[in-house]
């Protein structure tokens, strides 16, 4: 198996074309500027110290705690009573909540369990004179991070305070990152879907214009000429699958559709009937045994399935290329396997395979733009599944892909 | 079936890509069933006014083919102000791209149908000449 030597060329070209459109839109277009500055914002940015809440009625302690974490730079609030801390949690968003095991009024697990119930996120440190693995155990179960025993050792006491605070900023940091991918990922997507829609409108005229040469002006030029012009028209054509390639790719998990119960053995039926051409060209076969039904958006789950049976039969020199379509229901997930007796792909290409554009035969040899797999996997992985694919060369592959049952 | 006789057409495009403007007649005179002529808007501004203008004029549109994505007014908001002009206008939005938000945006605001920008030429002219035999 080899690379075709026009296919990472192809690759390069979008690639540098890509990177032109970038520069101009990174330029022009306001949203997408605004977005990379905030996230260079957020690297920047330095995390305040979290607010904390101590729940402690002795007075000493109360104050010793109070003046200790204030001169490490935390904005401290304190509360006497359990149902005061409660009052106070209601309105205000503690990190960190310090709280003493025995309150005058409630009790400190209480507390927790109220405090935690209230804002899930809180880090909850207690504080217990009658330190026993059983005390320690009920406050851990109640949700508590850490508990430190009475007589407080203030040293060990403020490393606690260091370490939940760090681990609360992790939280944060990891949160603000993981908006800041979905947005970014969203407006990719978003770019995608205009740039190739604004490649598409010249080519059509491209397009428009060959026809009309070859249909009116074919007698003008001589054989040669011709020969130019047609060649001109494929490369168009494999163009214009390339950009429809990329904007579904964008498209995918987008809420075009509703999600509707989807019965997969019936799909699987329209599926055989849309590539009769191809099974009945290969005297090939497509069997797929029970199939369940799902909740789902049915457009990609389609598609999905057309390109893994469609390779299935296209990349295979049997006499009689067949796939099989198969499910097994797991305990949390569908696991279902696209098996075909077909050419096989080598260890080393295992995963790249999965990459956009990426190709492993000449386009003379099999036709594709290379992103059939790369939309199947997005199709996966936005069904909150993976796709994977196990494979002998010369003795054929089986994809595998799950959706996890919660989501159907 | 109905028979249609030989009709003259008025179209209105609204697109912002300018070569269509020069193709959409070249193909359309392909057919010799009927005649057409076709006005051209870049945006969806211009379409706007041109249909005001040709509406005013007593050449009402027989067809108008809107593009979604144009500069200065889009083909959504294009739809929308010709509806509230004519509710009876006969647009039909011509896009590549199938079932965008957009495209259910624009047939909410009115517009009958899509008409995709298909490569094949003869195709869109025969779907170009079947909206307007069925009205």
Redesign the interface.
């Known amino acids: 198996m080899l690379f075709t030597t026009e296919t990472p060329r192809i690759r390069e070209l979008i690639n540098w074309d890509f990177g032109i459109y970038f520069l101009t839109c990174f330029n022009v277009e306001k949203n997408l500027y605004t977005s990379e500055r905030d996230i260079f914002d957020i690297t920047d940015m330095e995390i305040k110290k979290p607010h904390i809440l101590i729940v402690e009625d002795d007075t000493e302690m109360h104050r010793t705690l109070s003046d200790i974490l204030q001169e490490e730079g935390y904005e401290v609030k304190t509360a006497r009573r359990g149902k005061e801390a409660l009052a106070l949690t209601a309105k205000e968003k503690f990190p960190i909540c310090l709280i003493d095991l025995r309150l005058p009024d409630i009790s400190g697990i209480e507390v927790l369990e109220k405090v935690k119930h209230i804002n899930p996120e809180t880090y909850a440190v207690i504080i217990t004179a009658f330190a026993s693995k059983e005390t320690a155990i009920e406050a851990l179960k109640a949700g508590a991070y850490y508990y430190i025993e009475k007589p407080v050792n203030m040293e060990e006491l403020l490393h606690v305070i260091k370490k939940t605070s760090e681990s609360y900023q992790l939280q944060e940091e990891k949160k603000r990152y993981t908006k800041e991918l979905e947005r970014a990922n969203r407006e990719l997507d978003d770019f995608t879907s ?1 740039i190739s ?2 490649l ?3 080519l ?2 491209i ?3 060959i ?2 040469l070859m249909e009116d002006y074919a007698n003008s030029l001589d054989e040669a000429g011709r020969g130019y012009l047609n060649k001109v028209k494929e490369a168009v ?1 494999r163009m ?1 699958v390339l950009i429809e390639d990329l ?1 579904t790719l964008s498209r995918v998990g987008r809420k ?2 509703e999600v509707e119960t989807v019965d997969l053995n019936e799909l699987l039926k329209e599926i055989k009937t849309d590539l009769s051409a191809q099974i009945r060209e290969r005297g090939g076969e497509v069997i797929a045994g029970k199939l369940p039904s799902i909740s789902t958006q049915r457009v990609w789950v389609k598609q999905l399935f057309t390109n893994l049976v469609g390779n299935g039969l296209k990349f295979n020199k049997s006499a009689k290329p067949t796939v099989k379509v198969g499910c097994e229901e797991r305990e949390k997930d569908y696991l279902f396997t696209v098996k075909d007796n077909g050419i096989g792909i080598e260890d080393k290409h295992l995963d790249s395979i999965f990459n956009l554009f990426e190709r492993l035969h000449s386009s003379s040899e099999y036709e594709g733009t290379g992103a059939g797999l790369a939309i199947c996997k997005k199709i996966a992985e936005e069904l909150a599944g993976g796709l994977w694919v196990e494979s002998k060369p010369g003795e054929g592959s089986t994809f595998f892909f799950n959706i996890p049952t919660k989501n159907c | 079936m109905f028979k249609v006789d030989k009709m003259e057409y008025n179209i209105l495009l609204v697109d912002d890509e300018e070569f269509i403007h020069e193709l959409l007649p070249l193909f359309l005179a392909r057919n010799t069933k009927h005649t057409f002529s076709v006005h051209s808007a870049l945006n969806g501004k211009e379409g706007v006014e041109m249909y005001s203008k040709l509406a005013s004029e007593g050449h009402k549109p027989d067809l108008v083919l809107v593009d979604l994505r144009m500069p200065v007014m889009d083909g959504v908001e294009a739809t929308r102000r010709i509806i509230e002009h004519d509710s009876t206008a006969n647009i039909h939005l011509f896009t590549a791209l199938a079932e965008t938000p957009v495209e259910i945006d624009a047939l909410k605001a009115g517009a009958k149908g899509t008409l995709y920008k298909l490569t094949d030429w003869d195709k869109t002219v025969q779907g170009i000449i079947n909206i307007l035999e069925l009205e």
């Open positions: 205009t829609h604004d598409k409108a010249p059509y005229s397009h428009a214009f026809m009309l054509e214009n904007l075009f559709t």
